[in-house]
C-alpha cells in the first residue's frame, strides 16, 4: 500500500472512532449476478443473469466515490462474465483507478484466465482441496489452479466460505496459499444460512475449531489476510451488524453492509469476517485496530 493511502484510510479510521461516524469508506459493485457455476452453498447467482451495462456501473462507481468510499469491489455473479462491447473487467477496475479509489479489488470464482495486474487484491474462491472444492463448486479445481499458476500478476488472495461440507480442510487450503505461485494470502468467511442453505451453517464449536486451525496457521507463518482478534467474537456472532461504512450497489439499489440486509434476521448469524472486523475497528477496539494496520501494510 502506498504511504499517502495509508494515511489517509489510517485518518479516516480516527475520524469514524472518535466522532461516531457512519460515512461509509469500503463500497461493492455487483456488475453481473449472471454465474458459470452453481455452487451449493450460494443463494445469489443467476437470479436475473443481467449483466449491467458499462455506463450504469460508471454511474455507480461515481455515486459510491461521491458518498466518501475509498476501498472498492467489485463483485457478482461471476466478475469475469463482464464484458459490454469492446470493454471487460480489465477497462472496469481502469476506471475505478481513474475515479479516484485508493484500493480496488475483485471477487471472482478463479475459472477464466488471470490477467489483472490492475487490482490491488484478486479474491479467488478456493472451497477446500480438490474433493471438497469439486463437491461445493463442480469440477473446477484442476482448471482453477492452472489459471491461478499462469496469472500474470501475484496479486491473488484465496478466500474460502468455511461451511459444513469444507470445515475439515481449512488447513489445506492454507497450505496451498502459503505454496502457490502468485498467491499472496488467503482470506476466509464463515457460512451465511440464507434460507435455502441453513443446513450448511457451522456451531459455535466447529468455528471454534477453524478458528483455532486458522491461528495455529498463522503462527506456521501462513500469510492469512483476517485479523485473529477478531475471532472471539466471529465464533459467537456478537460483533456489531451491520456494517454502516459499508456499502453495495446492484442495479441502482444501494444498501447498507450486503445486499443480505433484506434477508430477516441473517444479520444475527453474518458469517462475513470484513463485518467483524470493520465494525469492531469503528468501535475503537484497541487490540483490532493495532492488527488491522499491521495486516493491510502487509497484503495490500
Ligand atoms: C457470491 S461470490 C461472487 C464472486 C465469484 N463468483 C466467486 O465465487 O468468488 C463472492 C463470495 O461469496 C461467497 N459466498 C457465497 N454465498 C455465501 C454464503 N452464504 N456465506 C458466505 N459466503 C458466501 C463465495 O464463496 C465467494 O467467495
Ligand atoms: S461462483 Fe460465485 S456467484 Fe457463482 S455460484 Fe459460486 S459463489 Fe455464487
Ligand atoms: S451483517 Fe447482515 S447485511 Fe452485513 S453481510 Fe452480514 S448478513 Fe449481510
Redesign the pocket.
Same mark, same amino acid.
Given at each position: 500500500m502506498r504511504p499517502s493511502t495509508f494515511l489517509r484510510l489510517t485518518g479516516f479510521g480516527l475520524k469514524t472512532i472518535l466522532f461516531r461516524s457512519r460515512k461509509p469508506i469500503l463500497g461493492t459493485v455487483i456488475i453481473t449476478d449472471k454465474?458459470n457455476?452453481?455452487?451449493k452453498?450460494?443463494s445469489? +447467482?443467476n437470479i436475473t443473469a443481467v449483466v449491467h451495462p458499462y455506463e450504469q456501473i460508471k454511474n455507480e462507481m461515481q455515486q459510491l466515490y461521491d458518498m466518501g468510499v475509498r476501498i472498492l469491489f467489485f463483485c457478482?455473479?461471476?466478475t469475469f462474465l463482464w464484458r459490454d462491447n469492446d470493454k471487460t473487467l480489465r477497462e472496469l477496475v481502469i476506471e475505478a483507478r481513474k475515479m479516484g479509489f485508493l484500493i480496488v479489488n475483485v471477487v471472482t +470464482?478463479g475459472t477464466f484466465s488471470i490477467d489483472l495486474p490492475e487490482a490491488d487484491l484478486i479474491l479467488l474462491?478456493l472451497d477446500g482441496d480438490r474433493e471438497h472444492h469439486n463437491a461445493i463448486?463442480g469440477d473446477t479445481y484442476d482448471t482453477i489452479m492452472r489459471n491461478i499458476q499462469n496469472a500474470t500478476s501475484d496479486n491473488i488472495c484465496l478466500y474460502m466460505a468455511i461451511n459444513r461440507i469444507n470445515q475439515s480442510t481449512v488447513r489445506n487450503v492454507c497450505i496451498t496459499a502459503r505454496d502457490t505461485k502468485n498467491v499472496r494470502a488467503v482470506s476466509f468467511n464463515f457460512h451465511t444460512p440464507y434460507p435455502d442453505t441453513r443446513e450448511l451453517a457451522l456451531s459455535k464449536e466447529e468455528k471454534a475449531k477453524c478458528c483455532a486451525t486458522i491461528v495455529q496457521m498463522m503462527r506456521e507463518k501462513v500469510p492469512v489476510f483476517n485479523l485473529k482478534s477478531a475471532f472471539p467474537y466471529l465464533i459467537d456472532n456478537r460483533f456489531p451488524t451491520p456494517c454502516h461504512q459499508c456499502l453495495v450497489i446492484e442495479d441502482g439499489k444501494l444498501s447498507v453492509c450486503g445486499r443480505c440486509i433484506d434477508v430477516p434476521g441473517l444479520c444475527n448469524e453474518c458469517g462475513y469476517f470484513f463485518v467483524a472486523e470493520y465494525t469492531l475497528l469503528f468501535r475503537g477496539k484497541l487490540r483490532v485496530i493495532l492488527e488491522m494496520l499491521r495486516t493491510y501494510l502487509k497484503y495490500v
Open positions: 454465474c457455476l452453481k455452487c452453498h450460494c445469489v +447467482n457478482g455473479g461471476e +470464482n474462491s463448486r
